[in-house]
């Protein structure tokens, strides 16, 4: 299922790059802003909430605020701080984008095959984060940012394989196609 990769795939690296990149750009926000200033930026995903305090953020960590602002709840109970302000995303999104970085750090070095056994792993990555959401979702416990990082972690790195593997059978698929 997994075997050494020769040489890095570019667009593997490339994505992986920029995604590591931004992952580094929420834990290094909080920490080059003033402490304590940014806190209590729960909203609603699909809007900008905190779009006053985001403008008052210095380049670059105002993007990173604005991303998450715009992807996340952020509330500030799930959510981890640094330097006495809230990380840009909560515990779970901040694990799943930690997720993503890794698996594609594996794919680097490792070549996966897509077959049903990959397919079964990233299907059963899914439980995890359906079960604490779900059940939080409607009333039966709060989840913790221990199971919200844990949950976004085990989906986030089959996640990050998974774009690895898709970039490596689409080039499959192109180089076929072309000869």
Partial sequence: MMEKRGKASKIIFTLFLMIFLFTLLQFLSPVFLPSNTYTELDGMVGVINNEVEIENMSFPWNIGYLIGDTLCHQKQERSFVINGNQMPFCSRCTAIWLGLTTGLAVMLFYHVKLNSIFMVI???????????????????WESTNISRTLTGLIIGVPVGIALGVIIDEGKVLFKSKTN
């Fill in 122 to 140: 990233l299907i059963l990555s899914l439980f995890p984060i359906g079960i604490d959401g779900g059940g939080q979702l409607i009333g039966l």
